[in-house]
């Protein structure tokens, strides 16, 4: 059967394959457009095997939210910057994330499995394959969260450009804009700050108790600080102690918006809360950053052309 260049344009826009690729698939299906979809998506397949050895360290998070009451946070790693700016790429993350944010997988295994919504013949992990062929680089998504808000509502923020996702939870009976502002200027302070806990009550003892250990140590490896009594080394245990609580604890640091410079978290919420006449609450957050915890490969050019040179 005779390719046409109508074909090969009909098979680029439903895969966004390259045009030597479409037209090379229909070729070997004798213009079976179905058949060429699928041959390109197994070529895809192979082609995402390939690069699935590369490190996908950049990338965006991006974050849905479906009336103020649900609100998924997705990362989804590149290989490189140049491809998080591409707007297919970016197109592929909301899509994403408006997958998760209807989703009730309860891990990344069952979430690649699902069918994909914007085309149910697919799977979620079938479309990333195909866009990583489109792209040309190790694509992956990495991790998704899902927020369900059952007594008040969520909120979002992005920072960056997509380098940073917050979903901030709140109780509250009053859902309004004054509500929304003061939840997102939080969430713009968890973005900034990296709190690790909404509040003290969720440390476990444990942690304090390592914490301390740790501190013990370093006082009594410190020639000065070791010969001091042992209350005022307590007393210095538990004042650097309260003073790491106060960086990781949401309501416990300084409301960066302070007028005063010393406003804490907690206070603003208590007056927010005067002012909508109901007690306004942070109940949880997640904060993703795009890469954290990954190894990014670090490029050395001058020792790689000096280790071909000696070979």
């Known amino acids: 059967m005779a390719i046409t260049a109508a074909m090969v344009k ?15 698939a229909l070729g070997e299906t004798d213009g079976n457009m179905d058949e060429a979809v699928e041959y390109l998506r197994k070529n895809g397949q192979a082609k995402a095997e390939k690069k699935a050895s590369r490190i996908a360290a950049e990338g965006l998070c991006t974050v849905v939210v479906k009336d103020d009451k649900t609100a998924a946070v997705v990362e989804v790693n590149s290989e490189t910057d140049f491809v ?17 944010v209807e989703s009730d997988a309860a891990d990344m295994d069952a979430f690649m499995e699902e069918k994909w919504n914007e085309d149910p013949s697919k799977t979620v992990k079938d479309a990333l394959v195909e866009k ?3 792209i040309g680089e190790n694509l992956k998504i990495r991790r998704f969260e899902k927020v369900v808000a059952t007594n008040g509502c969520v909120v979002s923020y992005v920072h960056g450009g997509g380098r940073i ?14 509500v929304k502002e003061a939840l997102t200027n939080l969430a713009m302070q968890i973005a900034a700050l990296n709190p690790k806990y909404v509040s003290r009550d969720e440390i476990s003892e444990e942690y304090i108790s390592h914490e301390k250990e740790i501190l013990l ?13 042992e209350k005022v080394i307590n007393g210095m245990i538990e004042g650097r102690v309260s003073k790491e609580l106060k960086e990781i604890c949401l309501v416990d640091q300084v409301y960066v918006k302070a007028e005063d410079g010393k406003q804490t978290v907690a206070k603003y919420l208590e007056e927010v809360s005067k002012a909508v006449g109901t007690p306004v609450s942070v109940k949880r957050f997640v904060r993703f950053e795009t890469g954290e915890g990954i190894e990014k490969k670090q490029e050395d050019f001058a020792a790689e052309v000096a280790a071909q040179m000696n070979a």
């Open 217 to 229: 140590a370093q006082i009594m490896n410190d020639p000065k600080e070791s010969q001091k009594p």
């Open 132 to 134: 990583v062929a489109v």
């Open 165 to 178: 996702g917050v979903i901030v939870e709140a109780e509250t009976a009053v859902v309004n804009d004054a």
């Open 84 to 100: 998080a700016k591409n707007e297919t790429f970016q197109q592929f993350v909301k899509a994403v994330a408006e997958q998760a």
């Open 10 to 24: 009909e098979l680029r826009e439903l895969t966004g394959a390259g045009m030597m690729d479409c037209k090379k």
